[in-house]
Nanobody, 123 residues
Framework: QVQLVESGGRLVQAGGSLRLSCAAS????????MGWFRRAPGKEREFVAA????????YYADSVKGRFTISRDNAKNTVYLQMNSLKPDDTAVYYC????????????????WGQGTQVTVSS
Protein backbone atom coordinates (compact mmCIF):
# COMPACT_ATOMS: atom_id res chain seq x y z
CA GLN A 1 0.00 0.00 0.00
CA VAL A 2 1.27 3.46 -0.90
CA GLN A 3 -0.04 6.79 0.35
CA LEU A 4 0.78 9.88 -1.70
CA VAL A 5 0.82 13.51 -0.59
CA GLU A 6 1.38 16.32 -3.09
CA SER A 7 2.68 19.77 -2.24
CA GLY A 8 4.05 22.88 -3.93
CA GLY A 9 1.01 24.19 -5.75
CA ARG A 10 0.26 27.91 -5.56
CA LEU A 11 -0.60 31.01 -7.57
CA VAL A 12 2.11 32.00 -10.05
CA GLN A 13 2.32 34.44 -12.95
CA ALA A 14 2.53 33.29 -16.54
CA GLY A 15 6.12 32.55 -17.49
CA GLY A 16 7.00 31.57 -13.95
CA SER A 17 8.13 28.26 -12.49
CA LEU A 18 6.97 25.85 -9.81
CA ARG A 19 8.19 22.56 -8.46
CA LEU A 20 5.62 20.09 -7.24
CA SER A 21 6.56 17.31 -4.86
CA CYS A 22 4.84 14.04 -4.10
CA ALA A 23 5.91 12.24 -0.94
CA ALA A 24 5.10 8.55 -0.71
CA SER A 25 4.81 6.32 2.30
CA UNK A 26 5.61 2.64 2.17
CA UNK A 27 8.71 0.64 1.43
CA UNK A 28 7.73 -0.31 -2.11
CA UNK A 29 7.90 3.17 -3.62
CA UNK A 30 10.84 2.27 -5.83
CA UNK A 31 8.80 -0.52 -7.43
CA UNK A 32 6.20 1.85 -8.87
CA UNK A 33 6.03 3.88 -12.01
CA MET A 34 4.97 7.34 -10.88
CA GLY A 35 2.80 9.73 -12.81
CA TRP A 36 1.44 13.26 -12.67
CA PHE A 37 -2.03 14.06 -13.93
CA ARG A 38 -4.08 17.24 -13.84
CA ARG A 39 -7.70 18.28 -13.97
CA ALA A 40 -8.69 21.77 -15.05
CA PRO A 41 -12.12 23.20 -14.23
CA GLY A 42 -14.75 21.71 -16.51
CA LYS A 43 -12.30 19.30 -18.11
CA GLU A 44 -11.40 15.65 -17.74
CA ARG A 45 -8.31 14.49 -15.94
CA GLU A 46 -5.36 14.37 -18.30
CA PHE A 47 -1.92 12.82 -18.29
CA VAL A 48 1.01 15.18 -17.70
CA ALA A 49 4.15 13.09 -17.13
CA ALA A 50 5.39 9.75 -15.82
CA UNK A 51 8.67 8.19 -14.77
CA UNK A 52 9.68 4.54 -14.53
CA UNK A 53 10.69 2.91 -11.26
CA UNK A 54 14.38 3.44 -11.96
CA UNK A 55 14.00 6.90 -13.43
CA UNK A 56 15.46 5.64 -16.66
CA UNK A 57 12.35 6.29 -18.72
CA UNK A 58 10.19 9.39 -18.75
CA TYR A 59 6.99 10.22 -20.62
CA TYR A 60 5.35 13.58 -21.29
CA ALA A 61 2.18 14.96 -22.73
CA ASP A 62 2.82 17.00 -25.85
CA SER A 63 1.38 20.07 -24.14
CA VAL A 64 4.14 20.12 -21.51
CA LYS A 65 7.09 18.62 -23.39
CA GLY A 66 10.09 20.91 -23.16
CA ARG A 67 8.61 22.88 -20.25
CA PHE A 68 8.02 20.27 -17.53
CA THR A 69 10.49 17.75 -16.10
CA ILE A 70 9.62 14.76 -13.96
CA SER A 71 12.18 13.22 -11.65
CA ARG A 72 12.30 10.96 -8.61
CA ASP A 73 14.47 10.30 -5.60
CA ASN A 74 13.85 6.75 -4.42
CA ALA A 75 15.96 7.29 -1.30
CA LYS A 76 13.51 10.02 -0.26
CA ASN A 77 10.37 8.30 -1.58
CA THR A 78 9.58 11.44 -3.54
CA VAL A 79 8.71 12.32 -7.12
CA TYR A 80 8.96 15.84 -8.47
CA LEU A 81 7.47 17.84 -11.30
CA GLN A 82 9.49 20.89 -12.30
CA MET A 83 7.26 23.23 -14.27
CA ASN A 84 8.79 26.09 -16.25
CA SER A 85 7.34 28.67 -18.64
CA LEU A 86 3.94 28.22 -17.08
CA LYS A 87 0.86 29.25 -19.02
CA PRO A 88 -2.69 30.03 -17.87
CA ASP A 89 -3.75 26.78 -19.57
CA ASP A 90 -1.64 24.91 -17.00
CA THR A 91 -4.08 25.96 -14.28
CA ALA A 92 -5.43 22.78 -12.71
CA VAL A 93 -5.38 20.49 -9.73
CA TYR A 94 -2.30 18.31 -10.09
CA TYR A 95 -2.39 14.72 -8.88
CA CYS A 96 0.39 12.28 -8.20
CA UNK A 97 -0.26 8.59 -8.88
CA UNK A 98 1.51 5.25 -8.67
CA UNK A 99 1.18 2.09 -10.71
CA UNK A 100 2.78 -1.31 -11.21
CA UNK A 101 1.74 -2.24 -14.72
CA UNK A 102 0.07 -0.95 -17.83
CA UNK A 103 0.56 2.02 -20.09
CA UNK A 104 1.82 5.11 -18.28
CA UNK A 105 -0.56 7.45 -20.10
CA UNK A 106 -3.87 6.08 -18.83
CA UNK A 107 -5.18 6.97 -15.37
CA UNK A 108 -7.10 3.69 -15.14
CA UNK A 109 -3.76 1.87 -14.85
CA UNK A 110 -2.80 3.69 -11.67
CA UNK A 111 -3.51 2.04 -8.34
CA UNK A 112 -2.82 4.84 -5.87
CA TRP A 113 -3.61 8.55 -5.97
CA GLY A 114 -2.84 11.62 -3.91
CA GLN A 115 -5.36 14.28 -2.94
CA GLY A 116 -4.05 16.87 -5.38
CA THR A 117 -2.47 20.31 -5.19
CA GLN A 118 -3.84 23.43 -6.87
CA VAL A 119 -1.74 25.27 -9.44
CA THR A 120 -3.09 28.58 -10.67
CA VAL A 121 -1.30 30.53 -13.42
CA SER A 122 -2.37 34.14 -13.85
CA SER A 123 -2.01 35.98 -17.15
Amino acid sequence: QVQLVESGGRLVQAGGSLRLSCAASGRTFSSYTMGWFRRAPGKEREFVAAISWSGGSTYYADSVKGRFTISRDNAKNTVYLQMNSLKPDDTAVYYCAAKYTGDAYYPANYNHWGQGTQVTVSS
